[in-house]
């Protein structure tokens, strides 16, 4: 996620009586706090795990309206000479150009490429190169000079040397430097060497010297840098392997009590299905019982009745007799 430095309206960081700026972020409910001693203002990036979220800020220029430090450093014969090959976009060649990302990747591409030049010894020194950089970056619509070229060049490098740097230590703000792909392309040979060496004019004699000497910087800044980064990943790696396992074992304990949660739903369940299901038995049981009672009962009635109607045929039958033996006695 994207932090951003909270400015004032001349573009310097806003900082409290306690020493502390607020960062905000791209999602505006995530708002924080670091002290000026976290942040270190000559890198370009730098990434702050908060809740768990990598946050990641951009920190150079850290006042929007200063320019590049290195300006005051360029001698000022290769200010004049820098005037007399290529316009400058001040006076003094000197102004603060704005780089954006497509100026510079044709700078690092065109850097990749004047530098080989140089050393096959096709261009003279470096200072060509960045006049040929400057053309190339005029040719594609970008005003700039050598010297910014130069400079633009001094101020990835110082960021990369610092990321490089700070990225060994421990910590929680992890350094993150801008197009570090091709920096690792351009400084991966000798991190810490000037370009003056690429600059002089060297011997058929001591070139076999130099190639030795740089190959064995080579070796010890590759040991170096793999073992920082090692360490480096080493802590990350522990850190997140502990996160991990606390979330696994968060995620185990929930999925147990959810676990007896179902059992016991299922237990109650079962009990109130075995519940129903003996209600229901019973009251088959009774109507049954009640059909039973009911046929019993017909049965006995029916029985009843064809007693009654033979009784009431016999006594029908007497009372004939009766009549008969009336009206005989009657007649005599």
């Not at 990641?56 to 309206?65: A, G, L």
């Not at 076999?208 to 910087?217: A, C, L, W």
């Not at 003996?278 to 049954?288: A, F, R, S």
């Amino acid at each position: 996620m994207k932090g951003y430095i909270k400015r004032d309206e001349e573009g310097r960081p806003i900082i409290d009586s306690n020493g502390f700026i607020t960062i905000s972020c791209e999602d505006d409910s995530l708002v924080f706090q670091l002290h000026l001693s976290e942040i270190d203002e000559k890198a370009e990036q730098m990434c702050f795990n908060v809740n768990g979220t990598d946050i990641y800020i951009d920190v150079y220029p850290w006042e929007m309206v200063e320019n590049d430090s290195e300006n005051d450093k360029v001698d000022t014969s290769a200010n004049a000479e820098d005037k007399a090959n290529v316009p400058s976009t001040s006076k003094s060649g000197n102004a603060h150009f704005p780089w954006c990302d497509a100026s510079t990747k044709i700078f690092l591409k065109e850097y990749k490429l004047k530098k080989e030049m140089v050393k096959n010894r096709i261009l003279k020194n470096m200072k060509n190169a960045y006049q040929e950089i400057s053309k190339s970056l005029q040719d594609n619509g970008f005003t700039v000079s050598p010297l910014q070229v130069e400079n633009r060049f001094k101020t990835l490098k110082r960021a990369y040397k610092n990321m490089i740097i700070n990225n060994r230590r421990n910590g929680r703000g992890k350094y993150i430097c801008s197009y570090e792909q091709d920096l690792d392309e351009i400084f991966s040979k000798n991190l810490l060497s000037d370009d003056t060496d690429i600059k002089e004019d060297y011997t058929e004699s001591e070139s076999g010297k130099i190639t030795r000497n740089h190959q064995s910087q080579t070796i010890l800044t590759r040991n170096a840098t793999a073992n920082a980064e090692t360490v480096c990943n080493s802590g990350k790696n522990n850190e997140q392997y502990a996160r991990l396992e606390a979330q696994h074992m968060k995620l185990i304990d929930n999925l147990q009590n959810y676990q007896r949660m179902i059992k016991s739903l299922i237990t109650k369940m079962d009990n109130r299905s075995k519940t129903c299901n003996d209600t229901q038995n019973k009251i088959l049981q009774i109507c049954m019982e009640m059909h039973d009672m009911q046929k019993e009962a017909y049965a006995r009635a029916e029985e009843q009745r064809e007693k009654a109607n033979l009784q009431r045929e016999i006594r029908n039958n007497l009372l004939e007799e009766m009549l008969t033996i009336l009206r005989s006695r009657q007649e005599a």
